[in-house]
Structures are given as C-alpha cells and as structure tokens.
C-alpha cells in the first residue's frame, strides 16, 4: 500500500507533506527502534531540509536511534559543512537541536565498510537481463545497515540514464552499495544504451536491483520525493508518495514521467545544456548529455556548459584519461583491451559519448551526436579524451535565447529534465 500525493499542477504544502510522513511512519511501528534514513548527496535536487525536519519532528523523541546515511554510490565524500548545508540546518543547530543525530558518508572503496549479503546466480542473471548477461553477482552493502531496525530510503525521483528512472531501492544499490553490484548495473545500463533505457519505469537494471535489495535482511520503507522547481528556483514537492521502496518508487515514476519529460516536435542540431554547480565534475555533469541526447539530430552537437568544472572524475579520472570517451562498439568490439578496466567507468564513458559505431577493421568510430566540453576541463585533456573543446568565455548565453525554430535550444539547470522526440 502507498500512502501520498501528488500532481502536475500544484506543490504539496508543508503540512501535506507532513501528514504523509506521520502516516508512513505509523505503519512501520518505530517506536523504540534504531532507525536509519538513507539520502542523496549534493548532486541530486530535492527539499531535503524540509524532509530532514518533518522526519525528525515525527519520530525523534519515539525512536532508540535516528541517523542517516548518504548514498553516494562512487562519489566523493561530503563534508561536515556541506552535510550541514544539505540537510538544512548549521553544524551549530546540528549539534544542539539534533543532538544524537548522525549523518554518515557511504564508503564504497572500503572493504571494510562493507558486508556480504548474497549472490545472485547467473542463472537468475541470465533471466533479470533478458539473456544479454550470464555471470553471479556479488551484492554487498554498507554494513553500518546492520546495527538498525529499520531502514528508510527519502530521496527523488527522476529520469536516468542507467536504470530508467531514479528512487526507491536505487538509493541502496549503488547508492550505499559496493563495487560488484555498481559495476554490474552500470555495464548493463550500457549494454542497453541510455537512449533505450532514460525514462522507462520497468528495465533489467530495476530487476536486479529490486533483486539485490530482497536480499537486505531488514525492514525497508522508503519516501519518494518528486521535484519541481517553483517560480522562485527552489525544489518544490510536486508528490511525495510512502510505502515499500518498490511501490513508493513506481508511484514517483508515474509522477516524474509526467513532469520530468519534454516532448518536442522536431530534434535539435546544437543544443547548449547549462549545468548547476552541483555538477562538480564531468562524471555526474554528463546528465547534460544523457538528458538531452534523445532529443538531438544525427550529426548534432551537445555543448556541456559548466565553467566550473575542472575535473573528469574526481574518482575515476585517472581511469577516463586512459581510456577516454567512446560509443559502446568502441570497447566491446576491443574487449581483450579494455576487459581490465572498471565496467562501470566503460559504462559512464558509453553514456558521455552516446551512440555510435565502430569498424575493428579500420578503426573507425562514428558517432551520432558530436559531444563539446566548455567547461575549464584544458582543450589538451578533452582532446585527449575525445571530446570537444569550446572555450567557455566564448559563450554568450544570450545569443542561444530564443532559437528554438533555428534547431538550437539552451537548456538551463540542465541534467534532471529529459528530452524526448514526439513520436510521429
């Protein structure tokens, strides 16, 4: 059962919302119990301060324990401050109002943090994926998941380009998940291809991720959250919906399909997709590309414009210097090089660059859609990494109003919004 609410045309009020969350609440019997939340890092929108308050407000004073634990999947460690500024509230008011709160960061590089739930057996692969996959999946966890009572994912919905849409029990895997499942999902989010998979509710990544979550041997319920920004920029609660992580998820995705995608008539011959700061490095800002690729013509270009980033990946960079930016052929029709390398950076690589073809015979890579990087990523490195250079000052935002009927379109606060040709 779904508790929640939710529309295209109006925002949930504060006091909505907080309904939601006591009656979600009221069906898990918290009291006395050790609770853990798990939510997104900086680079996902959604009203988290005010969550962080109405949750804290419901069970606070019922609960043994209430922390929270951020799905960071591979990236980067949070500090205490940006901690303090995503959840709202000063690491004064952090110490003094929530007082027994903790607020960890998921480790996934330490075997240590980690535990072992299971396998799945390639022959439940080989069914969950359609036959594209045959091998076991080891599906390990933060182990800190153990020392709770319960577990409740509170996070957004949106479209994306490995699993389809965003949420539920995506928050566990790979949010707080380690290595072996990341890799997995990845490399068959790219072996279907983002254009094939972006904004489907229903895919073999959800499969084994609903999957690798049966295994977790604790309660699980989940707030899903989905976001609209309001006339004043701020993430507005379009729906919150609570119940198990898969009925929370599928509820938010019927939701998010509604608001989250743009159909438009004809595809784009350049589009500019102006990234947030909170894109701090190419690894979460190619949302630029992913988004919008569906909605550009053969031969276009996707010009990713962030000033600010100056980084690949501050995980993996070292990784894409080497093996660059490439469509999928590139590296399963060269496996015996690329076998070495991390399935899910080959994965980010594919989804960057888009669809395309490659001849073993001659060398040869084609791609649809041509990908620039005006960011301050050097021309030096994009060229080394297969990418287009264009030099960021040279953009003039103003010039790219208004050109919709030319086939060029700008896209601000570009990577959660996804684009799609109308079918004719």
């Not at 959250?225 to 919906?241: I, N, S």
């Not at 790219?400 to 004719?424: D, F, H, N, S, T």
Request: net charge negative; charged share 20%; proline share 6%.
């Amino acid at each position: 059962m779904t508790i929640g609410k939710g529309g295209t045309d109006r925002y949930l009020e504060e006091a909505e919302a907080r309904e939601i969350v006591a009656q979600g609440f009221a069906t898990c019997k918290v009291a006395g119990k050790r609770v853990l939340v798990i939510i997104p890092d900086g680079t996902r929108t959604a009203p988290l301060p005010l969550m962080f308050r109405l949750i804290h407000d419901a069970i606070g004073d019922q609960v043994a324990a209430l922390d929270y634990l951020i799905a960071l999947g591979t990236h980067q460690p949070m500090s205490e401050e940006a901690i303090a500024r995503r959840v709202g509230v000063t690491a004064e008011e952090l110490a003094a109002d929530y007082a027994g709160v903790h607020i960890y960061n998921h480790r996934w590089d330490d075997p240590d943090a980690l535990t072992t739930l299971g396998v799945i057996s390639p022959e439940e692969i080989l069914r969950l994926t359609g036959g594209l996959l045959e091998q076991a999946v080891p599906v390990t966890l933060n182990k800190m998941i153990l020392a709770y009572d319960l577990l409740v994912v509170c996070g957004p919905t949106f479209p994306h380009e490995v699993v389809g849409f965003s949420g539920g029990n995506k928050y566990f895997f790979p949010g707080i998940s380690g290595p072996e499942v990341i890799n997995f999902t990845h490399w068959l989010g790219a072996l279907l291809t983002s254009s094939a998979t972006i904004g489907v509710k229903d895919t073999p990544i959800r499969r084994v991720i609903d999957r690798a979550a049966s295994l977790i041997p604790r309660p699980k319920f989940c707030f899903a959250m989905v976001v609209k920004e309001t006339a004043d920029h701020q993430p507005g609660l379009a729906g919150l919906y609570a119940g198990s992580p898969e009925d929370a998820y599928s509820a938010a995705a019927d939701l998010s399909a509604q608001i989250h995608v743009r159909w438009v008539e004809q595809p784009y011959q350049r589009v500019l997709a102006v990234m947030p700061e909170m894109y701090d490095d190419l690894w979460v800002g190619g949302k630029g590309m992913y988004k919008l690729e569906p909605a550009v013509a053969d031969g276009g270009e996707v010009i990713i414009y962030a000033p600010h980033i100056t980084e690949v990946s501050y995980t993996h960079g070292a990784v894409l210097d080497e093996v660059g930016y490439h469509c999928l052929p590139y590296f399963t029709e060269q496996w015996d090089r690329f076998s070495r390398f991390p399935a899910g950076v080959l994965a980010h690589s594919t989804h960057v660059r888009g669809l395309g073809t490659y001849d073993p015979a001659t060398g040869e890579e084609k791609l649809r859609v041509n990908v620039t990087l005006a960011t301050g990523i050097p021309h030096e490195r994009c060229e080394q990494l297969n990418l287009g250079y264009l030099d960021p000052a040279s953009v003039n935002l103003a010039e790219w109003e208004g050109r919709e009927e030319e086939g060029i379109l700008i896209v601000p606060k570009a990577g959660e919004m996804l684009y799609r040709l109308q079918p004719k």
